[in-house]
């Protein structure tokens, strides 16, 4: 008798060059590429993950960060489960740019209870412009999971999808629907126990 694993759908967004091919290529493959290109577009991937003895399927969507693409992947919104915003700890701009994509989120997105996790990536390199701290407290004023990671030496990478599964296998689920103007913030006690959770790198 087959194994009925539960299949999730996960989309990564943030600007151009903070690495979402990169933590995506070392999560399923366990691969690093100092020379990869940008993703032009979307990017598919799938892998399959084992939370609390349970597996469960990702298929990821990677997309691209730059302007020109931002209309194309308005559509693959739709239906997500799980929502990965990603900046380059590096880089304070595309720190500053995060609202934009939550914005998107707003817009876009066809479940209330989508899982939102802000991923600080590249903390690997010494020219760092964005703190922990910031990006916790940014996280936690927007109720969603943080982590910092890096893509080159693997630090944070299955931890940080990991979380995510968890988060999402704790929320009810619900059928896509038209949005709702209403917000799916949590409690601001309940959203620090959840920090202390799941914010440990």
């Given amino acids: 008798m087959e194994q009925n694993i539960p299949q999730y759908k996960i989309l990564l967004i943030g600007d151009s060059d903070v690495g979402k091919t990169s933590i ?3 999560f399923s493959d366990d691969i690093f590429d100092e020379d990869l290109l940008c993703t032009i577009g979307v ?13 469960v399927t990702f298929n ?15 559509s693959y919104y739709r239906g997500a489960h799980g929502i990965i915003l990603t900046y380059d700890v590096t880089k304070r701009e595309t720190f500053k740019n995060l609202q934009y994509w939550l914005n998107e989120i707003e817009t876009f997105s066809t479940r209330s209870n989508v899982v939102k996790l802000l991923v600080g990536n590249k903390i690997d390199k010494e020219n760092r412009e964005v703190t922990r701290e910031e990006g916790l407290e940014f996280a936690r004023s927007k109720a969603m999971l943080f982590i910092e990671c890096s893509a080159k030496t693997k630090v944070g990478i299955q931890q940080a999808f990991e979380e995510l599964a968890h988060k999402i296998l704790e ?3 619900e059928e896509p629907q038209k949005k709702k103007k ?4 949590v409690q601001p006690d309940e959203q620090d126990q959840n920090m202390d959770s799941y914010c440990r790198c």
């Fill in 24 to 26: 995506v290529k070392r």
């Fill in 43 to 55: 990017e598919y991937k799938v892998k399959t993950l084992k939370v609390d003895d349970k597996e």
């Fill in 60 to 74: 990821i969507w990677d997309t691209a960060g730059q302007e020109k693409f931002r209309a194309l992947i308005s």
């Fill in 171 to 173: 929320t009810p689920d």
């Fill in 182 to 185: 209403s917000t799916n913030l």
